[in-house]
């Protein structure tokens, strides 16, 4: 059966998008450690971020980088944070988050409840960044 991110690529489930190429995917996490708490995932769907094939693998830190400086532009922070976990979806993922504490790398901490209106209002400032980028 197909990842709940397979499902958001391929459009049958809604999502806050960020950017895509042919191989990679990005879009807002639904339940943000903060603001700008995206994720970016390759198409081609295997579980552990650790059996993607090399080249699969450098070109999502490859994306997962430009996704971070187009984050970092438009969201205030001292960094962005990258983590890897995957222990809910089986679909390899690298986090970006913007950070100005190691505490905000905290994943037990509450998430953020955004409306709909806040998600698509950073949404589109981090797409708009981006594509000036490319
Ligand atoms: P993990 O697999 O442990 O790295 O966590 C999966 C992440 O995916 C969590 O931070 C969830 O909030 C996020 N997530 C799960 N479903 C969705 C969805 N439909 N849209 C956006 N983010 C999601």
Redesign the pocket.
């Known amino acids: 059966m197909a990842s709940?991110?397979t499902k958001?690529i391929n459009g049958d489930?809604p999502?806050?998008k960020i950017a895509e190429d042919e191989n990679y995917f990005a879009?807002?996490?639904?339940?943000?450690?903060a603001k700008g708490?995206t994720?970016v995932v390759p198409k081609s769907e295997v579980d552990y971020i650790f059996d993607l094939d090399e080249e699969v693998y450098s070109g999502l830190m490859k994306f997962a980088k430009k996704v971070g400086r187009a984050i970092e532009k438009v969201i205030p922070c001292n960094r962005i944070g990258l983590?890897?976990?995957?222990?809910?979806?089986?679909?390899a993922?690298v986090?970006l988050i913007p950070i100005n504490a190691a505490s905000d790398m905290d994943?037990s901490k509450d998430?953020l409840a955004l409306k709909k209106e806040e998600f698509v209002e950073i949404a589109d400032k981090i797409l708009e960044s981006f594509e000036s980028m490319t």
């Open positions: 709940i991110f958001i489930i999502c806050y879009f807002l996490d639904i339940n943000p450690m708490h994720l983590l890897v976990f995957g222990l809910e979806v089986p679909h993922h986090h994943i998430k």
